[in-house]
């Protein structure tokens, strides 16, 4: 396993959450990864949306993920594209297909960018950045 330890740039741009997705960031601070689930045609939405992307429905429950899944894809960013991002490249942006079946964009921050492996377990692991926003990032799981 990685001996990697990821770090936040402190000046980057937080997340600026809508109402649609209250439930989801009040999920987030209080540790549980909620996903949108239609109540119509049961389609597990995510990101957060108004309306289903599946049937058009605009009612909706709220489940919580088991916050496991895979790496679906990656991008090793090497340029900073933000100026916050200067000392801190290159960086991991995954894409994570949690076991519920949606696909999650965040960061894996217990391994380097070239120990990325397609296919690689993940789960969750919850980054509290201030009182407001807790991001959902993920870490490797180790073989066993």
Not at 41 to 53: L, Q, R
Not at 80 to 86: A, E, Y
Request: charged share 20%; glycine share 4%; hydrophobic share 35%.
């Amino acid at each position: 396993m990685s001996d990697y330890h990821w770090v936040r740039p402190a000046n980057l741009t937080l997340p600026d959450p809508d109402e649609n997705a209250d439930e989801f960031w009040e999920g987030l601070k209080q540790n549980r990864l909620l996903l949108q689930v239609c109540s119509i045609c049961s389609k597990t939405n995510y990101p957060p949306m108004v309306m289903c992307s599946e049937c058009g429905g605009f009612d909706f429950q709220w489940t919580e993920s088991e916050g496991s899944g895979f790496l679906y894809s990656y991008v090793v960013t090497h340029q900073p594209i933000h100026p916050s991002l200067v000392d801190y490249t290159p960086f991991l942006t995954a894409l994570i297909e949690l076991n519920e079946g949606p696909r999650i964009t965040s960061n894996i921050i217990n391994i380097r960018p070239e120990e990325a492996e397609i296919g690689m377990r993940v789960r969750l692991e919850l980054f509290q950045v201030n009182s407001e926003i807790t991001l959902p990032l993920f870490v490797r799981e180790s073989a066993s």
